[in-house]
């Protein structure tokens, strides 16, 4: 038999220890010392936690500009491009696009394509000229001034102008994109915002470059370099050049030398563009739509609340804090990641983050059940966490690893609305991060800090011991 209201068997001896009694203290507890170093290290991991959460509150603000500023959320501009050729891959060139935007800076561009090639930009950002240099054939050339035949163009080139635009046809290259490894942008001086470029060229282009510039050295001839038909830069060759490498005076604006940068990553578009649009974009969740999502979120909270605390009793109220913890840190993550420029906020990245974010809680969950199991059938409330999380340690580190590697795959494998990376996947390696930090961080530790209060009053929180016959 078992005296309900005290939780001990008929011989009053309490499953949980020797004498019914509370449990012996440590000898820092006897010795009136100061705390037991088991209190102290709860207390250090509620105080990190605590230190998490705020700094998690004060990476989201402010949320409009740090987890809002998404086209789904801002709005923006949409700039749309028609395919010059009708049956030209559109999908690869939306590929190129995409990545020369990325590198000119232009955060959470979408790009895609169809009939032609649209870029939808969020706002605020001033990326007109980015998406004019990434919508570009981007052809890099080299041309020796004696192979162009337009005299007009050939005179102001020789007097020192550029941007000087070559008719098709009216020169000939003898180097492109394809001989070429890289294309530096380099600063003129300090006190100007004006580029040149180090052009650094592959091994066969670097023997026909030491070829022409051997020719040209003892007459004073000049080399021309010509992005997408238009003459940037012309210098003279004194020297042959034979390393390779070349740096080359121009004044070229930064988005205009990263964009032939970019360019020589990239190659030349697969389809050329022709002449784009550009419209405002409105964003597609309002905000009375955000303030709907809020209040069904906070409604979601309450009810899970009342849930736990009708079959955890007072130790739902752990399981509620983990679950908290949970969200503010996934909150923060990502928050981190968007700051960084990582994470793009979309309304398919949030839906992923709420589910990852409850798929952690459950495992969360399911250790604290764990928990309680281990105290109904007698184990110490103090060591219950720990063979808890002894027993469910596989599966609790294969499921984050699962989380891990499945979130980085989707990130940089599964392009999602055009994004050159799936911001959701980023949501999945957060999750695992912040469920693993609310549990050995919020929910054990609370749980051996009230290990007194359940040995007190076990039915209160739900873990009054077992007979043997409910076992």
Same mark, same amino acid.
């Given at each position: 038999?078992?005296?309900?209201?005290?939780?001990?068997?008929?011989?009053g001896?309490?499953?949980? &220890?020797?004498?019914?009694?509370?449990?012996?203290?440590?000898?820092a507890?006897?010795?009136?010392?100061?705390?037991p170093?088991?209190?102290?290290?709860?207390?250090a991991?509620?105080?990190?936690?605590?230190?998490?959460?705020?700094?998690?509150?004060l990476?989201?603000?402010?949320?409009?500009?740090?987890l809002?500023?998404?086209?789904?959320?801002?709005?923006?501009?949409?700039y749309?491009y028609?395919?010059?050729?009708? &049956?030209?891959?559109?999908?690869?060139?939306?590929?190129?696009?995409?990545?020369? %935007?990325s590198?000119?800076?232009?955060?959470?561009? $979408?790009?895609?394509s169809?009939?032609?090639?649209?870029?939808?930009?969020?706002?605020?950002?001033?990326?007109?000229?980015?998406?004019e240099?990434?919508?570009?054939?981007?052809r890099?050339?080299?041309?020796?001034?004696?192979a162009?035949?337009?005299?007009?163009? =050939?005179? *102001?080139?020789?007097?020192?102008a550029?941007?000087?635009?070559?008719?098709e046809?009216s020169y000939e290259a003898?180097?492109?994109?394809?001989?070429?490894?890289?294309?530096?942008?380099? $600063?003129?001086s300090?006190?100007?915002?004006?580029?040149?470029?180090?052009?650094?060229?592959?091994?066969?282009?670097a023997?026909?470059?030491?070829?022409?510039t051997?020719?040209?050295?003892?007459?004073?001839g000049?080399?021309?370099?010509?992005?997408?038909?238009?003459?940037?830069?012309?210098?003279?060759?004194?020297?042959?050049?034979?390393?390779?490498?070349?740096?080359?005076s121009?004044d070229?604006?930064?988005?205009?030398?990263?964009?032939?940068?970019?360019?020589?990553?990239?190659?030349?578009l697969?389809?050329e563009?022709?002449?784009?649009?550009?419209?405002?974009?409105a964003?597609?969740?309002?905000?009375?739509?955000?303030?709907?999502?809020?209040?069904?979120?906070?409604?979601?909270a309450?009810v899970?609340?009342v849930?736990?605390?009708?079959t955890?009793?007072?130790?739902?109220?752990?399981?509620?804090? &983990?679950?908290?913890?949970?969200?503010?840190l996934?909150v923060?993550?990502?928050?981190?990641?968007?700051?960084?420029g990582?994470?793009?906020?979309?309304?398919?990245?949030?839906? !992923?983050?709420?589910?990852?974010?409850?798929?952690?809680?459950?495992? %969360?969950? *399911?250790?604290?059940?764990?928990?309680?199991?281990?105290? *109904?059938?007698?184990?110490?409330?103090?060591?219950? &966490? $720990?063979?808890?999380? *002894?027993?469910?340690?596989?599966?609790?580190?294969?499921?984050?690893?699962?989380?891990?590697?499945?979130?980085i795959?989707?990130?940089?494998?599964?392009?999602e609305?055009?994004l050159?990376?799936?911001?959701?996947?980023?949501?999945?390696? !957060?999750?695992?991060?912040?469920?693993?930090?609310?549990?050995?961080?919020?929910? =054990?530790?609370?749980?051996?800090?009230c290990?007194?209060?359940?040995?007190?009053?076990?039915?209160?929180?739900?873990?009054?011991?077992?007979?043997?016959?409910d076992r």
């Amino acid at each position: 038999m078992r005296d309900e209201k005290n939780g001990k068997g008929a011989t009053g001896v309490s499953r949980w &220890g020797a004498a019914a009694g509370p449990a012996p203290r440590s000898k820092a507890g006897q010795a009136g010392r100061g705390v037991p170093s088991d209190a102290r290290s709860q207390i250090a991991a509620l105080a990190v936690a605590v230190v998490l959460l705020v700094a998690s509150v004060l990476l989201a603000l402010p949320p409009a500009e740090v987890l809002g500023w998404g086209v789904d959320f801002a709005g923006g501009t949409s700039y749309s491009y028609p395919l010059a050729d009708g &049956g030209a891959d559109s999908a690869a060139t939306a590929a190129a696009v995409r990545s020369r %935007l990325s590198a000119l800076g232009v955060r959470g561009a $979408r790009v895609g394509s169809g009939e032609g090639v649209t870029v939808e930009v969020p706002a605020g950002q001033d990326a007109a000229d980015a998406v004019e240099v990434a919508t570009r054939p981007g052809r890099v050339e080299l041309v020796r001034l004696d192979a162009i035949s337009d005299a007009d163009a =050939l005179a *102001r080139v020789q007097a020192g102008a550029s941007g000087v635009a070559l008719a098709e046809g009216s020169y000939e290259a003898f180097l492109d994109n394809s001989s070429i490894a890289s294309v530096q942008p380099v $600063r003129l001086s300090a006190s100007s915002d004006l580029y040149g470029m180090q052009i650094t060229f592959t091994s066969e282009g670097a023997e026909a470059f030491a070829e022409v510039t051997s020719e040209l050295a003892p007459v004073g001839g000049q080399v021309a370099v010509v992005f997408d038909g238009t003459v940037v830069a012309a210098a003279g060759v004194s020297d042959p050049i034979t390393d390779g490498v070349v740096t080359v005076s121009a004044d070229l604006s930064l988005t205009d030398a990263a964009g032939m940068q970019a360019a020589v990553r990239t190659g030349v578009l697969p389809a050329e563009l022709g002449e784009g649009t550009v419209a405002p974009l409105a964003a597609s969740v309002s905000g009375a739509g955000l303030l709907r999502a809020l209040v069904v979120a906070g409604v979601v909270a309450l009810v899970v609340l009342v849930a736990l605390l009708a079959t955890m009793r007072l130790l739902g109220l752990v399981a509620y804090a &983990g679950l908290v913890s949970v969200a503010v840190l996934e909150v923060g993550g990502l928050a981190a990641l968007s700051r960084a420029g990582l994470f793009v906020p979309t309304v398919t990245a949030y839906v !992923v983050a709420a589910i990852v974010v409850c798929a952690a809680f459950l495992e %969360l969950l *399911r250790v604290l059940w764990r928990v309680r199991s281990c105290v *109904r059938g007698g184990t110490d409330p103090r060591d219950a &966490g $720990r063979v808890a999380l *002894r027993r469910l340690a596989r599966e609790l580190g294969v499921i984050a690893v699962a989380f891990v590697a499945g979130g980085i795959a989707l990130f940089l494998l599964v392009p999602e609305g055009g994004l050159a990376s799936n911001p959701a996947g980023l949501a999945w390696p !957060v999750a695992a991060v912040a469920g693993a930090l609310a549990l050995l961080l919020v929910c =054990l530790p609370l749980t051996r800090a009230c290990s007194r209060a359940m040995r007190a009053n076990p039915d209160a929180w739900g873990v009054a011991p077992r007979d043997e016959g409910d076992r």
